[in-house]
T-cell receptor, first 115, second 112 residues
């Protein structure tokens, strides 16, 4: 079955410390992977994607993600967290459907950055 | 350039009432989507439209219908609302079905 797992409901980190939000996936074929962020009462905003090429992908707001094929993971990282990074983060993977491609989203991880 | 817009922002319905959620995008995208977001469940695809003139079911289509009115607009209709349809509904669009999606601000729907 094609799926995405975000094993942590919440991640807590102190401002200035590095952060990691974990994502693992299971899909047929080559994975297209995405990270989105959702601020309170807002829609999802695209952060970054991996389709092919370098395993380290850089995105918006200083975030980056590392694609690891052997571990089927695509963890989101940032070297120095800001309080304003506190939000809900979703990992998504392109899944092959009935003649179409669709995105499957993980359940989300709430990131709380403390001053 | 407004991106993806949705109306209304909030709605309260009684069981059995009907309503249509409107979505429009100004990015000339081919594909459009309707999702619902429920706590702890991420986003679940209700219906999508890969291109103008086509629509297809997603993971949770029961109780919903859609219309791709033109390239810009994609509406979601609840014919007979049920409390289980209480949720936040998001419309999204993308240039292609495998590309990144751009989301609207959402509609918070409560069915009593």
């Amino acid at each position: 079955a094609q799926s995405v797992a975000q094993p942590e409901d919440q991640v807590n980190v102190a401002e200035g410390n590095p952060l990691t939000v974990k994502c693992t996936y299971s899909v047929s074929g080559n994975p297209y992977l995405f990270w989105y962020v959702q601020y309170p009462n807002r829609g999802l905003q695209f952060l970054l994607k991996y389709i092919t090429g370098d395993n380290l992908v850089k995105g918006s707001y200083g975030f980056e993600a590392e694609f690891n094929k052997s571990q089927t993971s695509f963890h989101l990282k940032k070297p120095s967290a800001l309080v304003s990074d506190s939000a809900l983060y979703f990992c998504a993977v392109r899944a092959l459907g009935r003649g179409y491609n669709k995105l499957i989203f993980g359940a989300g991880t709430r990131l709380a950055v403390h001053p | 350039n407004a991106g993806v817009t949705q109306t209304p922002k909030f709605q309260v319905l009684k069981t059995g009432q009907s309503m249509t959620l409107q979505c429009a995008q100004d990015m000339n995208h081919n594909s459009m989507y309707w999702y619902r977001q429920d706590p702890g469940m991420g986003l679940r695809l209700i219906y999508y439209s890969a291109s103008e003139g086509t629509t297809d079911k997603g993971e949770v289509p029961n109780g919903y219908n859609v219309s791709r009115l033109n390239k810009r607009e994609f509406s979601l209709r609840l014919e007979s609302a049920a409390p289980s349809q209480t949720s936040v509904y998001f419309c999204a669009s993308s240039e292609r079905t495998e590309g990144e999606q751009f989301f609207g601000p959402g509609t918070r729907l409560t069915v009593l």
